[in-house]
């Protein structure tokens, strides 16, 4: 087993475990061969990115208590298929990106100077 980096090329960090999120639901932005949606970038959710994500038809907004899923909100994390964020990104309205939690495979599809100039402002 191998340790996964993130764009940094630094360890990749936990995104979130309240939401607990990720394609494994470890709480981070982990990837493998089934993770055919690529959920390799830790973003933090606006409702402008929540109304749009809705509105191509991937509502993140509503409970889905049968798949132990609350809903999330405006400031939560979570990891997101990394060419849903660009398509947002092209739509103006891609939301902020936690670099250290962004796997490294994301670079496969969004270019480093993109992300970078998402990233979230940790103070």
Avoid: Q
Avoid at 42 to 53: A, G, K, N, P, Q
């Amino acid at each position: 087993m191998f340790e996964s980096k993130n764009v940094l090329g630094t360890k990749l960090e936990v995104c979130s475990l309240n939401p607990r999120t990720g394609f494994f639901r470890d709480g981070c932005c982990n990837t493998g061969h089934d993770d055919t949606g690529m959920h390799t970038v830790c973003v933090e959710v606006t409702s402008e990115f929540l109304d749009y994500s809705m509105e191509r038809g991937n509502d993140l907004s509503t409970p889905r208590p049968e798949f132990g899923f609350l809903g999330l909100i405006p400031g939560d994390r979570w990891c997101l298929c990394a060419a849903r964020w660009l398509e947002a990104y092209k739509a103006g309205c891609a939301p902020k990106v936690k670099l250290t939690a962004t796997h490294e495979e994301t670079l496969a599809i969004i270019p480093y100077n993109i992300l970078e100039s998402f990233e979230v402002d940790e103070d």
